[in-house]
């Protein structure tokens, strides 16, 4: 097994032309979750993250596997809502964060708002992308 480092400043692909590393480093998410909400909650696919857990209806606790080095992060926010009733588009909203819980170096809240209802509402199609610095 061949383990090391790999030290660049740009790449270059033979085609599609260069772009620094700072790029890879500061501009990739460095994780990303895909998730259902109804029923029992569960990651359908995921990058970074160690574990969801259910913090009631609409909200979802989201605990990444490597620390940030702060809690200045961006978690963007996206779902499906939809409506019981018909598709009218009176459903959906996002939110970082519930109001209420403190955002750490390793964990965030997923919070689903029905802008229809305007209360907490779980998602069948839901998650998020992670962009900041790690530890």
Do not use: C
């Not at 009218?88 to 109001?99: I, L, Q």
């Not at 229809?116 to 779980?122: E, K, L, N, P």
């Amino acid at each position: 097994i061949m383990a090391g480092t790999i030290a660049a400043d740009t790449l270059t692909h033979s085609t599609a032309g260069s772009l620094t590393t700072d790029y890879v480093v500061n501009g990739s998410a460095k994780a990303w979750l895909n998730i259902n909400q109804t029923s029992t909650q569960a990651i359908r696919d995921s990058f970074g993250i160690s574990s969801i857990a259910d913090s009631g209806t609409g909200l979802t606790t989201v605990t990444v596997s490597n620390a940030f080095a702060n809690n200045d992060y961006l978690a963007t926010i996206a779902l499906r809502m939809q409506s019981t009733v018909s598709n009218t588009g009176s459903s959906g909203g996002v939110d970082t964060s519930d109001g209420s819980t403190t955002i750490t170096t390793t964990a965030h809240r997923l919070s689903y708002i029905n802008t229809g209802s305007t209360g907490d509402a779980d998602t069948p199609y839901g998650g998020s992308s992670i962009q900041g610095d790690l530890a």
